[in-house]
Structure formats: C-alpha cells, structure tokens
C-alpha cells in the first residue's frame, strides 16, 4: 500500500523560510513531486526528485532521501502569494501512478 | 511547459442528470491521461487511468459504470459523470502526461449537484 504523511499546516512570516516535511512508505517508488495548489485551482508542478540530494530552482528547493522515505521542500524569502497548499506525491512503480499526500496549508503573514 | 484544459469549468446540475466534462493537452500529445476527484480540505484521490484507445483502469471503489471515461485521441478524453447525485459533488481534476513522469493538471471542474 502506499501511506504519505505531511503536516496538514504550516504558518510562517512573510520574507522567512518554511520547510515542509514529506515520509512515505510505499510500494514501489519512481520519484517524488511537489505541486502547489491555490484554493479552487489544479496543482501547479513544483518539483520532481528521483535521486537523492538537494534539487534548487529559484527560491523553492526540494530534498530527498530514498532511504529514509523523506522528502521537504523549502520555500525561501516567503511571499504573500505563496499562500497555498503544498501537495507532496509519490510516482509508484507502475502506470505511473501518483499518489498524493493529504496536502500542507501554508499561511504566509506580513 | 505543458497545457491542459477542462470544460466545462463550473457545473450545476439536477440530481439523476448526466454531466460529461472534457479534459484536453493543448501542445502535446497525451498518451496517458488522469481523473481525480477532490473534497473540500482534502487531497487528490485518483479515480481512474486513461490510455489513448484502451479502457480506463479504474481504482478499487470507483464504479466504472457510474463514471465513464472515453480517451478517444491522444490529445483528448472526457468523463461522464452518470445520474449524478448529490454526493457526486466535487471538485473534478484530470492531467496528462506525453509518457514522461511529470503529471501536468487540467484547471479543474467543480459539480454542483442539486
């Protein structure tokens, strides 16, 4: 089966750094996603690791750790937009298949 | 980077009424395409799996006679939602993917039952 567990909320300041923790336990594994989603909108792509390390694009980076089933994504210089949820996913080993955590509201504040 | 559209984008309906939502990859082909359903304050959960001129692979406790799926092209696929009740109400999510991993996402389509 497949079991992903992120906070369900975070809330940080505007123009601090927030990380948001994923732990899967699952079946098969082919890499992991981060969407953002505003509230009534689709998931936007984030990120996607495969390989273990520190992948860093602008001001969002994502961490993985196969062995250890976890990932994070870090949110640097937090701007009032992004004020979403953050959706942590799991690609699994076959028909590509993702299975999403339950999602981590972020309030950013000024 | 890649584009889905979905229509309609806002959907109200009478309940036993049949609703077909439309799911399309702009400037790609799509030889895999997927249904979510999304609940208030709750994560995605995958309905079923589309393939360009197969059967849709639906998940354990979805009915495929309820939710019908048609992936007639590789740039199109459509979901019916049949005698849709109230319960049916949600907030209804496909994406597509050219056989890559990444999962692009269609702008969503909220049903309202009455």
């Known amino acids: 089966g497949q079991n992903i567990d992120q906070p369900t909320e975070m809330t940080a300041t505007e123009g601090a750094i927030v990380q948001i923790n994923c732990t899967y336990q699952?079946?098969?594994?082919?890499?992991l996603f981060w969407y953002q989603q505003h509230a009534g909108e689709a998931p936007t792509f984030l990120s996607y690791?495969?390989?273990?390390g520190l992948e860093e694009k602008g001001r969002f980076s994502s961490f993985l750790s196969r062995s250890k089933g976890y990932s994070y994504l870090l949110l640097k210089e937090l701007q009032m937009k992004d004020s979403a949820s953050y959706l942590c996913?799991?690609?699994?080993?076959?028909?590509?298949?993702?299975?999403f955590g339950g999602g981590t509201r972020v309030l950013v504040k000024p | 980077g890649a584009v889905v559209s979905q229509h309609p984008s806002w959907v109200i309906c009478k309940s036993g009424t049949s609703v077909k939502i439309e799911c399309r990859s702009l400037d790609f082909q799509a030889t895999t395409m997927f249904w979510y359903r999304q609940f208030p304050k709750q994560s995605l959960m995958l309905m079923a799996t589309s393939n360009e001129g197969s059967k849709a692979t639906y998940e354990q406790g979805v009915e495929k006679d309820k939710f019908l799926i048609n992936h007639a092209s590789l740039t199109l696929s459509t979901l019916t939602v049949t005698s849709a009740h109230p319960e049916d109400s949600s907030f209804y999510i496909c994406?597509?993917?050219?056989?890559?991993?990444?999962?692009?996402f269609g702008p969503g389509t909220r049903l309202l039952v009455l």
């Open positions: 690791n495969v390989l273990d």
């Open positions: 996913a799991v690609l699994g080993a076959a028909g590509n298949k993702l299975t």
């Open positions: 994406s597509a993917t050219d056989g890559a991993e990444t999962q692009y």
């Open positions: 699952t079946s098969g594994f082919n890499g």
